[in-house]
């Protein structure tokens, strides 16, 4: 069985930032891309918030220099996904695709989350196109434009308080007849006049011939007086929460109850020890590219430390 001295699972900001430490560190890292290489920002259109990109950045191109750069300090990147894990005990067993077995002294969990979707085929039709599940990636681009955000919690409320300050005019669609948020978050909301709730609505389709230029909903879903409105809109963005990709690993890792693998505050690191956690799978707050990108940089240099105090 192939014996590894530092295994790193994602190819996000956090993966690969990983595999840039750990391979000038020379823990012969290797990583494994997982479902969708290169992660949630490829799913984007352009990063204006990274440092150092000045004129702003595509996040596929952002994602390949990630790799070119792990890649310059030899780390071995290989696609594949985890089926498998056994945590029981040092080191450490993976199964990727569900048939090559392998051990590893420390391992780097950044499989990142995944946005929820709605469901619609028309979300994916306008993927990147005017459709989005993060409002501050995005949320820039729709100046002066009309924009809906879907979700009833703190995050939808967080999102369309921010989308406020920039587009015009923000509708928040909620399925139900209340806000699900803390009452801060919802009196917020409630006091900032360019957003409208739109309580009891849920969302059909979208439309429009250049990207979206708007959205069927309808009101009181399945009752006998439900009814359909159409809302003209430039933007679509979902806020009905995210999915930690934990699942192989909550076995043996502490996660909270959506599914975050739970970290000692302000470290990588998880209930055991030399398994770290980096990014998104570990952070139900921030979310973001460069703090995804500081939690790989300190999972490798923790797992640098492991493996000197293990002597291995
Ligand atoms: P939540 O699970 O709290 O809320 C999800 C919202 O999306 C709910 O209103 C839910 O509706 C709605 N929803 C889910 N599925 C659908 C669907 N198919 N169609 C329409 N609406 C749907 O997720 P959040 O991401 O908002 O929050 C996650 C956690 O993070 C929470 O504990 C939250 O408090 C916390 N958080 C805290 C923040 C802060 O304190 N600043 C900021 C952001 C998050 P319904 O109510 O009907 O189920």
Do not use: W
Not at 78 to 87: K, Q
Not at 92 to 119: H, Q
Not at 166 to 178: D, E, H, M
Not at 221 to 239: C, Q, S, T
Request: hydrophobic fraction near 35%.
């Amino acid at each position: 069985m192939e014996h590894i001295r530092c295994l790193i699972i994602g190819s996000g900001p956090a993966g690969y930032t990983a595999a840039i430490y750990a391979s000038r560190a020379n823990l012969n890292p290797v990583l494994y891309a997982g479902i969708q290489p290169g992660g949630q920002l490829t799913t984007t259109t352009d990063i204006e918030n990274f440092p150092g990109y000045p004129e702003g950045i595509n996040g596929t191109e952002m994602m390949d220099q990630l790799r070119k750069q792990a890649e310059r300090f030899g780390a071995d990147l290989r696609s594949g996904i985890v089926t498998g894990a056994d945590l029981s005990k040092a080191p450490y067993r993976i199964t990727i695709d569900g048939e090559t077995e392998l051990e590893t002294d420390t391992l780097i969990i950044a499989t990142g989350a995944s946005a929820k979707y709605l469901g619609l085929e028309d979300e994916a039709k306008y993927a990147g196109m005017g459709v989005s599940a993060c409002a501050t990636c995005d949320g820039f681009f729709y100046r002066g434009k009309n924009v809906a955000v879907v979700g009833g919690g703190d995050t939808a409320c967080e999102e369309a308080l921010y989308l406020s300050s920039l587009a015009k005019q923000v509708y928040l669609i909620v399925r139900k007849n209340y806000l699900r948020a803390s009452q801060v978050m919802q009196d917020r909301v409630m006091n900032t006049p360019n957003i409208k709730v739109l309580f009891e609505h849920n969302t059909l389709g979208l439309f429009g011939d250049n990207g979206v230029e708007g959205a069927h909903l309808v009101k009181r879903k399945g009752e006998p007086d439900e009814e359909k409105v159409d809302i003209a809109i430039d933007g679509f963005f979902l806020a009905i929460g995210h999915k930690p990709n934990s699942d192989v690993f909550k076995k043996y890792l502490e996660t909270d109850e959506v599914g975050y693998i739970k970290t000692v505050a302000g470290t990588p690191k998880t209930n055991i020890p030399g398994v770290y956690a980096a990014g998104d799978v570990a952070d139900p707050i921030y979310r973001q590219a460069v703090t995804a990108a500081g939690s790989g940089c300190k999972a490798a240099i923790e797992a640098e430390r492991y493996l000197s105090e293990h002597g291995l």
